[in-house]
């Protein structure tokens, strides 16, 4: 009791300290949706918080879109239907929800659209937060945010769109997805600096839209994307993630992927050789590392798993991981680390391309004395492993040769498993590589 006395009569206190209200006081405008309408809600200003009830439809068969509120910072509440299906014309396309700078949309229901599920094209710093069961569904862009920045997308439902993009947005996007994001062109399209934190489905498919131009899973051109252990990133018909050119090529981009991303070629960074058949141009090329970590499933389904062009680009492959397809570093010093003693496991028996520059390629969980036979060949390289016999692993254009932490040159292998002169005695006189050979010989 007496306890109860005393929390009571802290609460009170700084009510009691506090200053009497302040002279300006801001109504925000509060619109409530009920049942059914048909004629739209249309609404010029900004500061709006609209809500649409469980149950309630909110559609136009005007040509106006079925919420239409281009002001700044307004909030829309979905639990019921936004519908821009409706058009009477047979002709309009309208939107779902058409809105200005800083909209807060929480999706709880479902919101269709013959045109954009959610128009904020050139608008700033979207809040979309699109709840577990609730849908955004699209003929055209499901969402579209081209050119605007800061956008944050939360993601448990579906976001689909059939014959353009899932979510299209700008610079500086932050999007976790636990449900489904899919799109007959890219999934997701973003610029600069993205997070992509993903556990659900992000996947391209080919229906509906203009697939003589195949699309990606995720195009973008910098930032982080973690595929989490049941996140799938996809493409029925071109990459998964598709890096175009970035405008800061001295800041990396990254990748870690537990989970399964799967394209043609899986990974693919522009590097600006063939015309874009939609510009008739030429892309400039992204020549920016990228850092891409594999715990799970990278798959380049008829091209390379990775092609990472230009840059100082690293490829981790993890324990337990895989890589099909193989890999093409590409220009400039790059490296690629193996983690798990079973090379085959992981690369199996694709190319492996460090391309130009000096390229390292380092077996991380083998130690020298695994290395069984190395063959060169121009810039090929066909190494059989101890733990592996029946083996060879295919590689190119690499200049260092790792095994557990020490780089070998081509050179200083060669002389490691060049056959042994006679008498063995002279071998003391190179102690370092002649233990070696002396176990390679004991060995065989
Ligand atoms: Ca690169
Ligand atoms: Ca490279
Ligand atoms: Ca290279
Ligand atoms: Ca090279």
């Given at each position: ?140 862009k ?34 976790t ?5 899919r ?50 990133i ?54 920016a ?26 490829l ?45 390629i ?30 060879t ?18 050179a ?33």
């Amino acid at each position: 009791m007496k306890r109860l006395l005393l929390v009571t009569t802290l609460g009170v206190l700084p009510l009691s300290a506090m200053p009497s209200f302040a002279a300006c006081v801001s109504v925000v405008s509060t619109v409530t949706c009920t049942g059914t309408t048909t004629t739209g809600y249309l609404n010029a200003t900004g500061g709006l918080s609209v809500t649409v009830e469980s149950g309630a439809s909110v559609s136009t068969t005007g040509t106006k879109d079925a919420i239409r509120i281009r002001g700044d910072n307004n909030t829309v509440v979905n639990n019921g239907t936004i519908d821009g299906t409706f058009a009477a014309d047979g002709i309009t396309a309208n939107d779902g929800v058409d809105a200005g700078n800083g909209l807060t949309l929480t999706n709880n229901g479902t919101i269709l659209a013959t045109n954009k599920g959610v128009d904020v094209e050139k608008k700033n710093d979207l809040t979309l937060t699109n709840s577990a069961g609730a849908t955004i569904h699209a003929h055209d862009k499901a969402i579209r945010n081209k050119d605007g920045n800061s956008a944050w997308l939360w993601n448990e439902g579906l976001i689909e769109s059939d014959t353009d993009e899932g979510f299209e947005t700008g610079n500086g996007a932050e999007i976790t997805n636990m449900g489904t994001i899919r799109a007959s062109d890219d999934a997701i399209q973003v610029g600069e600096d993205a997070s992509i934190l993903n556990s659900g489905l992000i996947e391209s498919v080919t229906r509906g839209g203009d697939e003589a131009d195949p699309q990606d899973g995720i195009d973008i051109d910098s930032g982080t994307i973690i595929n989490y252990a049941t996140g799938t990133i996809r493409s029925d018909d071109d990459a998964a993630i598709d890096y175009d050119a970035t405008l800061d090529p001295s800041k990396a981009s990254y990748i870690t992927n537990h989970g399964t991303i799967s394209g043609t070629t899986d990974v693919l960074v522009e590097k600006g050789e063939h015309v874009d058949p939609e510009t008739g141009e030429l892309p400039a090329a992204n020549t920016a590392a990228q850092i891409v970590e594999n715990w799970g499933l990278i798959e380049g389904r008829s091209g390379f798993g990775v092609d990472l062009g230009a840059g100082n680009d690293e490829l981790l492959l993890r324990k337990g991981s895989q890589l099909k397809g193989g890999a093409d570093l590409g220009k400039d010093d790059d490296s690629l680390s193996i983690f798990d003693a079973l090379v085959k496991s992981v690369v199996g028996e694709d190319l492996l391309d460090g391309g130009e520059g000096t390229d390292t390629i380092t077996f991380a969980a083998l130690d020298f004395s695994q290395l069984l036979a190395a063959t060169f060949e121009g810039g090929l390289a066909f190494f059989t492993f101890a733990n592996d016999p029946g083996y060879t692993v295919w590689l190119a254009n690499w200049e260092s040769y790792g095994f557990g932490k020490t780089i070998y040159s081509q050179a200083q292998i060669e002389q490691a498993l060049a056959p042994v002169p006679l008498p063995a005695a002279g071998l003391l006189m190179i102690p370092a590589l002649g233990a070696l050979v002396a176990l390679r010989r004991r060995r065989g």
